[in-house]
């Protein structure tokens, strides 16, 4: 079978699979967010926490709830790993440098997962289980969270509520994410992933020294850091070791788990705002996006440039034999058009184009389909930026699903879109200004500019993978991507709920002959092309220094 062949059948497997769990998940999802009661163990963990989950909250009580949450779980994942060297299982690591635990805890936090340490040389097993994991629970039930509350500010009419923060927070972790992790971790075990409490251990004599392996409860970590678009890796080959993605199976399944929530979410919000169709739309959107950059992807990395290529099947350098050409550029799509971070494949070593391509994806925005709730929220914000450029052409008030969107709204979403690009240029420049960025480049002119306008592109985007030929950890690339890694997170998030509060009081508008039909194909294109030129010129100029340079230069 050709390399090619086998990409393209591994992508309609994954299609397949993709659109079989598409109704039974997004419906199950919309009866967790809708339902009024509450299991056992749920009563028992709002008891603990003090919080009454049938009290409905207006959108600053709802952000309070996110940003205290938020705030305690950074403090605690700093202090976790500032007292590693002092705490049971932390297989003799001593403890995480202030700068380092500060840029670990917020991108944990913030559902980013960056990683400027190597993980089986920093981080014993509670660090790893009892902060990290957690954290990749707790931090993609926060993105659910945001974006149901955005979903119930379309359907409700004359309220300012928009549910209940811990209520959402809770049964996203309880009822979707852990039983589902439970099921991955135990498909990932049967294809060869470890799961184990094994200290260090030597596996015998490599060129004169010993080689050194960790355990550790690698499956169980594996599945919610794909499941929750979180990305981070439990060793520092991240997906492409053996230990945490052991074959090609387990490869396509692991980027099944990335995709199938975020996938699902457009039915979950049809079925919310009473109209499936309308997740139809968002639904072709994001698969038009994803399936354009996945061949995209597979054409540039496949295209044969001399013999060598050529016996190689294509561009292998940086790549896993296991996964081939096909996988890892099914993988490096659906990782960075999502909010995932996690690599099987060296992205530093894709072509030229290979590496915009990965690049664009975190600049649109990561909607396509985005993480888990920040890729549903963005989307429907950029749906509302097109609805609202349709009634600037025509000459209506613009309107989307019953709801008018004047100026309150627009303004709130034109922030939402500003924010992150204003984040990625800003410290980008002022990090190339800097004569000690130099040393952290692994490679100069603009291959080295791609490496450092990837790696702020990946925090301000919340994404976490990196180019892997920058040197983060330095008290500067830490802080400022820490820092890039919570505003991108959570001021976003600030208008989203916002404008979902606003969207809430309104009282709905009836369809006439001059609405504009959001559920038709027309619209779909519309909302394509809308966000590739709102979004996507934004970065073009500095997309021209870096990854389009270099790929007309090869």
């Not at 996110?66 to 003799?92: C, E, K, T």
């Not at 999502?338 to 894709?350: E, R």
């Amino acid at each position: 079978m050709s390399p090619v062949l086998s990409g393209v059948l591994q992508f309609a497997a994954l299609a397949a699979a993709l659109g079989l769990s598409y109704r039974p998940l997004g419906d199950y999802m919309a009866r967790v967010y809708s339902s009024d009661k509450h299991l056992r163990v749920e009563k028992w963990i709002y008891k603990a926490v003090g919080a009454n989950p049938s009290t409905q909250m207006r959108w600053p009580a709802y952000l309070r709830g996110v940003l205290a949450f938020s705030a305690v779980s950074v403090l605690f994942l700093y202090l976790l790993q500032r007292l590693q060297g002092h705490l049971p299982g932390s297989l003799g690591f001593v403890s995480i440098p202030a700068d380092q635990a500060f840029n670990t805890a917020a991108s944990f936090v913030a559902n980013t997962n960056w990683q400027s340490y190597s993980g089986e040389q920093a981080m014993g097993h509670v660090v790893q289980t009892g902060g990290l994991a957690v954290q990749n629970f707790v931090s993609a039930s926060v993105g659910i969270a945001i974006a149901v509350a955005l979903v119930r500010g379309f359907a409700r009419s004359r309220t300012g509520e928009l549910g209940n923060f811990w209520s959402d927070l809770v049964r996203g972790t309880v009822r979707i994410l852990l039983p589902i992790s439970v099921v991955g971790a135990l498909v990932l075990v049967a294809c060869g992933a470890i799961q184990n409490f094994a200290g260090i251990h030597e596996v015998g004599q490599f060129m004169g020294g010993s080689q050194q392996w960790n355990g550790g409860a690698v499956a169980s970590q594996e599945a919610i850091k794909e499941l929750g678009t979180n990305g981070g890796g439990y060793f520092n080959a991240n997906s492409a070791h053996p230990f945490e993605n052991p074959n090609g199976f387990s490869n396509l399944f692991e980027i099944f788990l990335i995709l199938v929530i975020p996938f699902a979410l457009t039915r979950t919000f049809g079925k919310m705002v009473g109209s499936v169709k309308q997740g139809y739309a968002i639904l072709a959107t994001m698969v038009t996006i994803w399936v354009g950059f996945t061949a995209l992807m597979m054409w540039t990395e496949f295209a044969h440039h001399g013999p060598a290529f050529d016996l190689a099947g294509g561009a292998m350098e940086g790549k896993e034999t296991r996964f081939g050409i096909g996988g890892t550029s099914i993988f490096a799509v659906a990782s960075t058009l999502t909010s995932t971070g996690a690599v099987d494949g060296f992205h530093s070593s894709l072509t030229g184009f290979g590496g915009g391509i990965t690049m664009l994806g975190m600049q649109l925005g990561e909607i396509a389909p985005g993480g888990t709730g920040s890729g549903l929220y963005g989307m429907l914000i950029m749906a509302i930026i097109a609805v609202f450029l349709a009634g600037l052409m025509v000459g209506r008030t613009p309107e989307y699903l019953g709801k008018k969107i004047g100026t309150r709204e627009i303004k709130f979403a034109a922030c939402y879109i500003l924010i992150t690009p204003a984040l990625v240029l800003v410290f980008t420049a002022v990090a190339m200004a800097m004569p000690s960025t130099r040393d952290s480049m692994t490679n100069s002119g603009a291959h080295g500019f791609s490496e450092v306008l990837y790696a702020y592109t990946s925090g301000a985007n919340n994404n976490g993978s990196a180019f892997a030929g920058l040197n983060a950890n330095t008290p500067w690339f830490n802080t400022s991507i820490g820092l890039a890694m919570l505003l991108g997170r959570f001021l976003p998030m600030v208008f989203v709920l916002a404008l979902a509060g606003s969207l809430a009081e309104q009282k709905p508008i009836p369809e006439t002959a001059g609405t504009l039909r959001t559920n038709k194909p027309l619209f779909t294109g519309l909302l394509v092309g809308t966000i590739l030129i709102v979004t996507g010129l934004t970065y073009f100029p500095a997309l021209a220094l870096g990854p389009l340079a270099e790929g007309l230069a090869s």
